[in-house]
C-alpha cells in the first residue's frame, strides 16, 4: 500500500478493483437512473399495425376527382372493411389505416361536401403514401434496442414501456451505512458542555439521499476502539459500504484506520495528497467497502464528492470518473495553498463560458460549502491565482 496517493491514482486504483453489484429485477417504474444491466430486444413490431402519422384521410385506389366516404377511424378504432376504389374514410392521428388505402390525404388538403370528399391540393402520391406509417417501420420483431451499461432516462424507460415491459434487470442503488465518531458528538439537538452536534451525520446523509442511495445512520460512536469495531461487523455484512467521519489522522484517539483492520478490512489508502479532505481512509473487506472521512465539515464533504460519490457512481454500474470542467476565474483568489487544493466555488454559464467564483473565501469551515454548485481544482502555490486564469472544476449539480 502506497501510504500517499494522488486524488488521480486512487481513481484509478478503485477502477480497477470496483465491480458493480449483482443485477436485479425491478418494475419499470422504478428503474430510472439506474444502469441497464442487460440486452433488450424488441419482443413485438412498433408500431404494432399500420397506422395514419396525421389527421386526414384513408383514401382507396383513385378513381375519378372525389371520394365517397364510408366511415371514420378514430385512435383506438378500426374500419372493418378494404377500401375499394373511390372509398375514403375520415382517420385520425395514430388510428389504423384500413387495408387497400394507398395513402392518407392531410385534412388541410382536402374539403367535405354531400358525404364526398374533395381534394384542394395536388399531392403527389408517394407524398400521401408516406403518411402511411408501415408496421414494424421504427423498430422489427428481435431487433437491439439498448445495450447494457445504458443509464435509464425517460426516453429509455419510454421506449421499454412502448415495446411492453414491466420490469428489467438493473445494477442496483448501493446501501449504505453512515456513523460519526467522536466522544464530543451528540445529536442535533442536544448541545451539552465540551459537546456539539454530529452534523456530518446530517450533510452526508443528505449527500447520499440526492444520489438515490439507501441509507442506514447510526448514532454518534463515542472514541472507543472496541464499540466502533463492534459497529463496523454489525453493518459489513449488510451493506455495501460503510461511511465513518472523525478520527482519521495519526493522534491518541484517531481510531478509524485501526478499527477497520481490526474488523477484518484491508487497508488500500490512508491519505491522499489534496486539502481539505486528503485524511481519507479506504479500505475493503469481501464486496463491503469502509471509507473513513475527516471529522471537520468542509474536508469531510470534499473527500465526500472527490471519493465516495465515485465509488457508489462505480457500484451503480457506471462510469466512476467525475467530470473536469473548465471555466474562468472572474476574482482574484488569494488564499495560500501547501497542497493541491479544492475550494468551493459558484459556477455559472455565461454566453457558453464558465464563469467561476470561489466563496466563503474568509469563512470558518462550517461554512465553506454553503452556496457552492462546484469545487475549483487549485494547484499548490503562495502566490495567487489572478482573475481571467482557467481553471479546471468538479460541478456538484445541486443547484
Known amino acids: 500500500m502506497k501510504e500517499l496517493l494522488e486524488w488521480e491514482e486512487a481513481l484509478c486504483l478503485l477502477e480497477e478493483i470496483v465491480t458493480p453489484l449483482t443485477p436485479v429485477k425491478v418494475p419499470l417504474a422504478d428503474s430510472a437512473g439506474l444502469v441497464l444491466a442487460e440486452e433488450i430486444t424488441s419482443p413485438v413490431p412498433f408500431p404494432p399495425f399500420t397506422r395514419s402519422r396525421v389527421d386526414g384521410y384513408a383514401?382507396?385506389?383513385?378513381?375519378?376527382?372525389?371520394?365517397?366516404?364510408?366511415?371514420?377511424?378514430?385512435a383506438g378504432g378500426k374500419y372493418p372493411y378494404p377500401l375499394g376504389p373511390g372509398e375514403a374514410v375520415r382517420i385520425f392521428t395514430g388510428a389504423p389505416v384500413p387495408v387497400g388505402a394507398v395513402g392518407v390525404l392531410p385534412q388541410e388538403w382536402a374539403r367535405e361536401e354531400e358525404g364526398r370528399l374533395y381534394p384542394v391540393s395536388c399531392a403527389d402520391a408517394s407524398v400521401l403514401a408516406s403518411l402511411v406509417q408501415r408496421e414494424g417501420e421504427e423498430i422489427g420483431r428481435g431487433e437491439e434496442v439498448l445495450r447494457p451499461g445504458i443509464v435509464l432516462t425517460p426516453a429509455e424507460i419510454g421506449l421499454l414501456a412502448a415495446l411492453g415491459f414491466k420490469e428489467v434487470a438493473v445494477y442496483p442503488r448501493p446501501q449504505v451505512a453512515v456513523m460519526a465518531v467522536g466522544s464530543e458528538l451528540r445529536d442535533?439537538?442536544?448541545?451539552?458542555?465540551?459537546?456539539?452536534p454530529g452534523s456530518n451525520l446530517f450533510a452526508l446523509e443528505a449527500g447520499l439521499k440526492l444520489e438515490g442511495v439507501k441509507t442506514f445512520c447510526l448514532p454518534p460512536l463515542p472514541d472507543d476502539l472496541e464499540r466502533v469495531t463492534s459497529s463496523l461487523r454489525e453493518m459489513i455484512n449488510s451493506v455495501d459500504l460503510i461511511i465513518t467521519s472523525g478520527g482519521t489522522g495519526e493522534g491518541k484517539y484517531d481510531l478509524t484506520a485501526r478499527a477497520f483492520l481490526k474488523a477484518g478490512a484491508e487497508l488500500l489508502f490512508t491519505r491522499l495528497n489534496f486539502r481539505p479532505g486528503g485524511r481519507v481512509i479506504m479500505a475493503r473487506r469481501g464486496r463491503c467497502f469502509l471509507v473513513g472521512l475527516p471529522g471537520t465539515p468542509s474536508a469531510a464533504l470534499v473527500s465526500f464528492y472527490l471519493l465516495v460519490r465515485p465509488l457508489l457512481r462505480a457500484l451503480a454500474g457506471k462510469n466512476l470518473k467525475p467530470c473536469l470542467w473548465k471555466g474562468i476565474l472572474v476574482e482574484e483568489f488569494t488564499k495560500e495553498r501547501r497542497q493541491r487544493y479544492f475550494h468551493y466555488a459558484r459556477a455559472c454559464n455565461k454566453e457558453g463560458v464558465w464563469e467561476l467564483i470561489p466563496v466563503n473565501l474568509k469563512q470558518a469551515p462550517l461554512k465553506a460549502g454553503v452556496g457552492a454548485n462546484a469545487l475549483l481544482d487549485l494547484p499548490a502555490g503562495k502566490c495567487s491565482i489572478d482573475k481571467g486564469v482557467e481553471l479546471n472544476f468538479v460541478p456538484l449539480n445541486y443547484i
Open 188 to 196: 442535533a439537538d442536544e448541545y451539552g458542555e465540551n459537546t456539539i
Open 59 to 74: 383514401l382507396g385506389p383513385v378513381a375519378g376527382e372525389s371520394y365517397r366516404l364510408v366511415g371514420e377511424v378514430p
